[in-house]
């Protein structure tokens, strides 16, 4: 199958092709573990995939759902063109919908704090953070991640690219791209700074302390700790201007945190 080489040329085409395009980007294995029927993309007979691909927009996003009505997609997905028409994972989630909620996206008024990055729900994070998730996720993941990543090179071969770019939103989410194969655009010098810094002599390291549960002493030594403390402020600035990228059958070998635990 050959796709058009943008998502902007795709949404414009009629929808029924549009939905045929982008249905390439739904896994099988999610069709059949949460019984979504492969040609109506429903289940128990109500729609639970959307689309969202206007006319004109360069962006496309992907929903799913394990029933209709659910406040969290088990699958999400937005991707965009860029003005240099490669094209970009801008988000990506996998949600246990079986797996309890933690609303870190919401304040105690429930407005939206961007998944913490504009404002935070402490006591949200900390139970989150107890319960073994990362920063930015609302619930606990499915671990199938890697699994994505095929798919994604095969929906951008069918639109004759060899590579997609991503942006990772967390310091946790950059590490696990590093062992799915991806290289960085932008970053990479200041992910070995980070890992420099949290080693016992660094200016990193001497900021974990006892008295803050999102900076332990022992943050320093797990991915998931790092982005804890990254995500607290540790760095003295947010968690930005990192890109990375993924040529098409090709793992570029990169380790920033050499021998890491999760």
Known sequence: MSLPTSIRVINALPEVEKIAAYRTLLPDWVLTMFDIDPLTLTAARQRV???RFPEGSRALEVSVYQRAGD??????????????????????????????????????HGSSTQYGTLKRNLPAELAALRAGLAPGQV?????????LVPVFEAFVSQMQHDLFLIEPQSYHNAISFERYGFNYVRGKQDMARIHAEFQPDGALHQQLTPANPFR????????RG?????????????????????????????????????
């Open 71 to 108: 406040r969290d997609p088990l699958l999400y997905l937005h991707m965009a063109d860029t003005f240099n028409n490669q094209v970009q994972v801008l988000f990506a989630a996998v949600n246990d919908p079986t797996a309890p909620r933690f609303d870190i996206d919401i304040d105690e």
């Open 216 to 223: 332990p002493l022992d943050a320093w030594l797990s991915v």
């Open 139 to 147: 619930r606990a993941g499915l671990r199938v991640f890697r699994q």
């Open 49 to 51: 995939v959307q689309f």
């Open 226 to 262: 790092r982005s804890w403390a990254i995500h607290d402020g540790i760095l003295g600035l947010p968690f930005t201007n990192v890109q990375m990228v993924k040529r098409i059958g090709i793992d570029a070998g990169v380790n920033t945190f050499p021998n890491s635990v999760w």
